[in-house]
């Protein structure tokens, strides 16, 4: 079976490695470079704590294939599973968590309870006027810059072609298939696979699938390194927007955080997006809720990524309704990341084998022409 891949990102290069682990000859077609779009803005962050319930199988299934990925690949993408913690810090907060704790354990996922005094003798430093917090001792974080481009070698090593800087000029629907006509050539293939990010709705549009994405950009900033001393990600129940910051430090020493600002709208043309230095103040406040010593230490760099987001934050992944042979997996919202190696494996099983272990009814492309 030949795949013609859409998008470089790391749904886009996980499916091509795990397609081509199957013994598919696939092509990856990316606008860019791999890796820099969406994939490289991420926080890193790999959790399966808040997730909507029926994202939990997939992330299940991911984090198993985080866990690999060093062998895998072949090359250390810095997964480190040191847990994370959610901070509470209101009766509010307090309720969510133990509702969605209650909802999540029979999907199999086992969150601890912490108290203050646990809080403190565990992690002294963080949120010190928090009133509870969750825990997941197996999620951790990974390294955006290094993900995208290891799964992308890895199936390169497995006999994909991988293609960068290539401008998609049209793409038809043949009785064999697809043929997608870029700047660097024409391309054919029996299926077609859009992971095509915040472009992936474009794509879908082509074959009468219109979907509601919205394209946006997050702002997330690093600080200069302090001694490492922060295992866990660090995030907050909360039910105010405005105080939705979340933070790891890297093994370098770097604090990473995001949160707590407004998604920016960006433009597809040409796409790129711009951290807005007016929002940084207001960001580092509520990051400083957790973590009060950041007020103190400095702000080396900011940055944004272009993303979509889904009407309803849940992502497009499946066969399409109007199309065979096109798939999709794209509208990943902002929390793609710990799912990108589980959206590839399930991808691939769905698009060789017909069938998918892991329930996907939920993220397909036809439930918004449904509900109309």
Not at 57 to 66: D, E, F, N, Q, Y
Request: include cysteine.
């Amino acid at each position: 079976m030949d795949v013609i891949v859409l998008g470089g990102g790391l749904m886009g290069t996980a499916s091509a490695y795990f397609l081509a682990r199957r013994g598919a000859r696939v092509t990856l077609i990316e606008r860019n470079r791999i890796g820099t779009g969406a994939t490289v803005a991420s926080f890193g962050n790999i959790r399966r704590t808040g997730r909507h319930l029926s994202q939990l199988p997939l992330a299940h299934r991911s984090l198993r294939l985080w866990g690999e990925a060093e062998k895998m690949l072949g090359r250390d993408v810095e997964f480190r599973a040191t847990g994370h913690i959610r901070l509470v810090f209101d009766e509010g907060g307090l309720a969510d968590m133990r509702a969605y704790a209650e909802a999540a354990r029979p999907w199999g996922l086992e969150l601890d309870e912490l108290s203050p005094r646990e809080i403190r003798a565990r992690y002294p430093g963080l949120g010190p006027d928090a009133i509870a917090a969750s825990f997941s001792p197996h999620d951790g974080s990974g390294n955006p810059r290094l993900i995208a481009p290891a799964f992308a070698e890895a199936a390169r090593r497995l006999g994909a072609e991988i293609i960068e800087e290539a401008q998609v000029e049209k793409i038809e629907r043949t009785d064999s298939g697809f043929v997608v006509a870029s700047s660097k050539g024409a391309f054919a293939a029996e299926c077609l696979l859009n992971t095509a990010g915040a472009w992936g709705a474009r794509i879908a549009a082509l074959f009468g699938e219109k979907v509601p994405l919205e394209v946006r950009g997050p702002q997330m900033g690093v600080t200069e390194p302090l001694p490492h001393r922060i295992l866990p990600v660090v995030g907050i129940w909360t039910r105010d927007k405005d105080y939705g910051a979340y933070l790891r430090q890297v093994e370098r020493g770097n604090i990473v955080f995001g949160g707590a600002a407004e998604r920016v709208p960006v433009d597809l043309d040409p796409g790129h997006a711009a951290a807005d230095p007016v929002r940084l103040p207001a960001q580092l406040r509520a990051v400083a809720r957790l973590l009060p010593a950041i007020a103190k230490i400095a702000v080396i760099r900011t940055w944004s990524g272009c993303e979509g987001y889904m009407r309803d934050m849940l992502p497009v992944m499946g066969r399409s309704g109007t199309t065979p042979g096109l798939f999709h997996a794209f509208g990943f919202s902002g929390h793609g990341f710990q799912l990108g190696p589980g959206v590839g494996d399930a991808m691939a099983e769905l698009i060789t084998t017909g069938r998918c272990e892991t329930a996907l009814d939920d993220f397909r492309i036809d439930r918004f022409s449904r509900a109309a």
